[in-house]
């Protein structure tokens, strides 16, 4: 396998079309890993044979029977058209940007390429925008795929966030098992972040958590005395960095820990995403944590 | 600790506040800084006084540096001398210190610092140092012998004396170099305490002392002004019209300082106070005195012109002998019928031409006696008198010859052949042609020298309509525009004839009627007799023969008695004596032959020479450079300033300089470590 050559996430921000960027991070990782399309979250293929003496007359597929009067055998059937349903958090903190990109950006960039993906997997793709309400919700469905990509499109940073409320609404409309992606920056304690997906978990959901950071909310390398201003609350508040970075750093550090060990603890699946990082690498590093890889070959 | 010589600019070190407080501060942005999330913030407002730590301490040790060796540099401070001529430097080494005495050194307190100076390098010696102390004016001696006895220099030390001299380097210099040539040190140094007059230096250009020698120039003079008036000059206009011969008296007065009103002008003659004269001086320049004539003495006089004295009080007098103005007894031969030759003899005051007349048979040898100079007006030789003239012209006598229409060649006798240039032709008529010009004319030779500055009367314009040609090669002073000869001299024994190829009767040529005629007069017949005129005042460090005075006599073995202005009695001539009397003292000396105290004493007047009070200095480094091989000038250069003036030591260290280059190096460290530090926060976020 030869090593992937990751793309600069400020250049897929110079592109802007979110198709154009999942098309490319998706060809061009799969290009680079020369794997099959047929990967994804959802493994299940169906193929039809003979029936031999011998065979479990239970994967006879007596409807191809009906049709045909010959005996073939479902040698195999997997969960094939998953819900794959993105999770979008709008909120105003997702607009933040120290550097070229903001996190809403990025995260646009990293659904776009993950229902890309997912579509190219044969799954049905969905989105859901919120704060701390839901903005805009798609349905997965395998022709969704552009109103997922339009949805993304004019998706803005605004308003606060509070994860509680809008997935239990969506855990409320969702009676088929499926793949939630949590795309956020998380900005409240890891215990109410877990409370709010337990809805999702425990309704048998595979939730994917990805926590998407800017570098400078995790080092603070401000410099002069000022005032902060939070953008969601619009509160603010004098500070002076070079007093509180370190208690900062130590402070968000544990956040991020307690962040992995309550996820973790609540069966689902906790990735931090640096908005610095190369979107494929993120795609990579992902696909190689859920094993998906080990089926793809 | 060095010294400084701005201090005032060390307030610039306050400066260094500006980046204490920036890098203590807290820099504080004013628009807000929109972020995520403050839950992991907290409210830390600016603090005003609590700042207690630096940021990027080696930032503000850098820019704090800098400023600082910017004040300093601007501050100009001066090292101290380099273990100065006091210090270690001088030890196990002999010094030869040249210690300025001259008149010059009178000025404000330039000789008790030089005497503190001398004591100082004396103190400074240490176990092994041997020291020569030498005084010089315009000459050098040394008052003690190379010792490191510092009590016995001490003691030479105090009993030094100022002196009148003027000031010459040489002399001193070169008995450095003796001296530092004979001794075996293994270091050695050469101290020339002086105000360094520029007068002083007459050093030829390859005076050197040895490799290793230091030099150490310390200068005295200061930074004061010199204030000071004098007398610098006298001279006197004779008035014979009433019969009598009066003297006007002029003063030339020199004030360098602010204007003077109402000093005092006093002339003195025989030490009576004749007239007393307000001046007023203006600020840094001259102003002339002129008394009323007084009758001249027929004896020679000591006589002086003498301001209110000042601190300078040395040249506030000019003295000069007052006597009768010299006359040169001229016996005039033929040529009686043309008026111009007497007439212009008779204007002559200083010298005075007695002139006596006579026809070519008439003179006698009394008349030959009494003569300086005898002018043969038409040539005319009497057979006769041919051999009186002669022995009269080889014992010193001056003869000068016009040829005219009776100098024929057949008209000098044999015994005179003597007195001829050469063979005379006929004469030559040049008046169908306008006249002949001088067309060469030896304006170098003593006898047409008057003629030689610009303005000074043109010897071409007069015509020569007759001319009687001159067959010689040799003491041409003039020649006609076609090479004739027209002015000759030559030697004959103690004396010398001038020989003119035309007449000064008007007739042979224009040449009376031109202005040029007078003065040509005047310088022939002065030349003729070898007049030299008797300065009325000499200047200090002059030297004269008794025997060569005016009224002296002529006898060179002779001995006399001096008495100086100071009283002291000196001898002068003499067998085992000096044949030169040296002008050492301002004022009146007074010369008697030895053995009669009684007679008339010959006076001669001495007064400071005028470029000793001039006070203009040269740069105390010059001395070293020239001393020293060029390869080896810059190491004591820096040497010798240590112990001259603050603002010479901080002129050659230059430590200014240096403390800018250190300021540039300084910030280009601080954009170097600013860089870093900016490039590393933009890593960082």
């Known amino acids: ?297 | 600790m060095p010294a400084l010589l701005a201090p005032l600019f060390l307030a610039g070190f306050a400066a260094v506040a500006w980046p204490l407080l920036a890098h203590l501060a807290e820099r504080e942005r004013r628009d807000p800084v929109a972020f995520p999330s403050l839950m992991f913030l907290e409210r830390t407002p600016t603090p005003i006084t609590a700042r207690r730590t630096l940021r990027d301490p080696w930032l503000f040790a850098l820019r704090a540096a800098a400023i600082a060796a910017l004040a300093f540099a601007f501050a100009r401070p001066v090292l101290a001398p380099r273990a100065s001529v006091l210090g270690a430097d001088l030890r196990r080494r002999d010094l030869v210190v040249l210690l300025d005495r001259s008149f010059s050194m009178r000025a404000n307190d330039r000789f008790a610092r030089a005497r503190s100076e001398v004591g100082k390098l004396i103190a400074a010696m240490s176990v092994g140092d041997r020291m020569t102390l030498v005084v010089f004016d315009r000459r050098a001696r040394a008052v003690t012998p190379t010792t490191g006895d510092a009590a016995a220099l001490r003691a030479a030390l105090d009993s030094v004396a100022l002196t009148d001299e003027s000031t010459r380097l040489a002399p001193a210099v070169g008995m450095a170099q003796q001296l530092l040539a004979a001794s075996d040190a293994p270091r050695k140094a050469l101290v020339v305490v002086s105000d360094f007059q520029r007068s002083a230096w007459d050093l030829g250009p390859d005076v050197r002392l040895a490799a290793g020698t230091e030099v150490l120039p310390v200068d005295v003079s200061g930074s004061a002004v010199v204030t000071n008036h004098g007398v610098r000059a006298v001279e006197l206009r004779r008035d014979r019209t009433s019969g009598v011969e009066r003297a006007i008296v002029s003063a030339r007065l020199a004030n360098a300082g602010e204007a003077q009103r109402h000093v005092m002008a006093t002339l003195e003659v025989g030490g009576r106070v004749v007239e007393r004269k307000a001046v007023d001086l203006p600020r840094d320049a001259g102003a002339t005195v002129t008394f009323t004539a007084i009758t001249v003495p027929p004896d020679p006089v000591a006589a002086r012109v003498a301001l209110d004295a000042d601190a300078l009080a040395g040249d506030d007098a000019f003295h000069f002998v007052l006597e009768r103005a010299p006359v040169i007894p001229v016996l005039l031969v033929g040529g009686r019928d043309a008026p111009f030759l007497p007439r212009a003899l008779a204007v002559g005051d200083d010298p005075e031409f007695d002139v006596v007349a006579r026809n070519a048979e008439g003179a006698t040898a009394a008349d030959l006696a009494r003569a300086r100079v005898v002018i043969l007006a038409d040539g005319a030789l009497p057979a006769a008198g041919a051999q009186r003239l002669t022995q009269f012209v080889e014992q010193g006598g001056g003869l000068l010859v016009l040829l005219g229409e009776r100098a024929t060649p057949r008209s000098w006798p044999a015994g005179a052949r003597a007195l001829s240039p050469g063979a005379l032709g006929a004469a030559i008529d040049r008046g169908g042609q306008g006249g002949a010009v001088l067309g060469m004319i030896d304006r170098q030779h003593p006898a047409l020298s008057v003629f030689a500055g610009p303005h000074a009367g043109d010897l071409a314009a007069p015509r020569f309509y007759k001319y009687r040609p001159i067959d010689t090669t040799a003491g041409i002073l003039a020649r006609f525009d076609d090479g004739s000869v027209a002015l000759t001299e030559h030697a004959v024994g103690a004396g010398r004839v001038l020989t003119f190829a035309s007449t000064f009767d008007g007739l042979w040529n224009d040449l009376p009627r031109h202005a040029v005629f007078l003065p040509l007069v005047h310088q022939l017949v002065r030349h003729a007799a070898a007049y030299r005129p008797a300065p009325r005042a000499r200047s200090i460090g002059e030297s004269l023969r008794p025997a060569d005075l005016a009224g002296a006599g002529r006898d060179a073995s002779a001995r006399w008695s001096v008495v100086a202005p100071s009283r002291a009695r000196l001898s002068a001539g003499g067998p085992g004596g000096s044949a030169t009397l040296e002008l050492g003292e301002a004022g009146m000396y007074e010369l008697r032959p030895g053995g009669a105290p009684e007679a008339k004493p010959v006076l001669v007047a001495a007064n400071i020479a005028a470029p000793e009070l001039d006070f203009t200095t040269f740069e105390p480094a010059r001395l070293a450079h020239a001393l020293l091989a060029a390869g080896e000038a810059a190491a004591p250069a820096a040497a010798t300033s240590a112990p001259a003036s603050i603002v010479e030591r901080e002129a050659h260290q230059s430590t200014w300089w240096f403390l800018l280059v250190a300021v540039a190096l300084l910030l280009c460290a601080e954009t170097l470590v600013a860089w870093r530090a900016a490039a590393y926060v933009a890593r960082m976020e």
């Open chain 1, 1 to 297: 396998m030869t090593a992937p050559s990751f793309i600069d996430p400020a250049a897929l921000a110079r592109i802007g079309d979110l198709e154009l960027v999942a098309r490319w991070v998706v060809e061009g990782f799969l290009s680079g890993l020369h794997r099959s399309p047929r990967l994804g979250f959802s493994t299940d293929f169906a193929e039809h044979r003979p029936y031999v003496p011998g065979d479990d007359i239970r994967h006879v597929d007596w409807r191809l029977y009906a049709r045909t009067e010959r005996l073939h055998l479902k040698t195999y059937e997997a969960d094939t058209n998953t819900d794959f349903t993105i999770l979008l958090d709008v909120s105003a903190s997702m607009g933040y940007a120290h550097g070229t990109i903001s996190k809403l950006a990025y995260a646009k960039f990293l659904a776009a390429t993950l229902a890309f993906f997912s579509q190219r997997q044969r799954d049905r793709v969905g989105i859901v925008t919120f704060g701390d309400d839901l903005v805009e919700v798609v349905p997965p469905s395998a022709r969704h795929l552009p109103h997922v990509l339009h949805v993304l499109e004019r998706a803005t940073a605004k308003g606060a966030s509070a994860l509680a409320r809008p997935i239990a609404q969506v855990a409320a409309t969702r009676r088929r098992r499926g793949v939630f992606v949590l795309v956020s920056d998380l900005y409240e304690p890891a215990a109410a972040v877990a409370s709010a997906l337990a809805p999702l978990t425990g309704a048998g959901h595979d939730v994917i958590v990805m926590q998407v950071l800017d570098r400078a909310e995790r080092s603070f390398p401000f410099d002069d005395a000022t005032t902060f201003r939070d953008l969601e609350s619009d509160v603010r508040m004098p500070v002076t960095p070079s007093r509180v970075r370190a208690g900062y750093v130590a402070a968000m550090g544990a956040h991020l820990a307690a962040m992995r060990a309550r996820l973790g603890s609540h069966r689902a699946d906790y990735t931090l995403i640096d908005t610095s990082e190369p979107l494929d690498r993120v795609l990579f590093e992902y696909l190689l944590r859920r094993e998906f890889l080990r089926t793809a070959t």
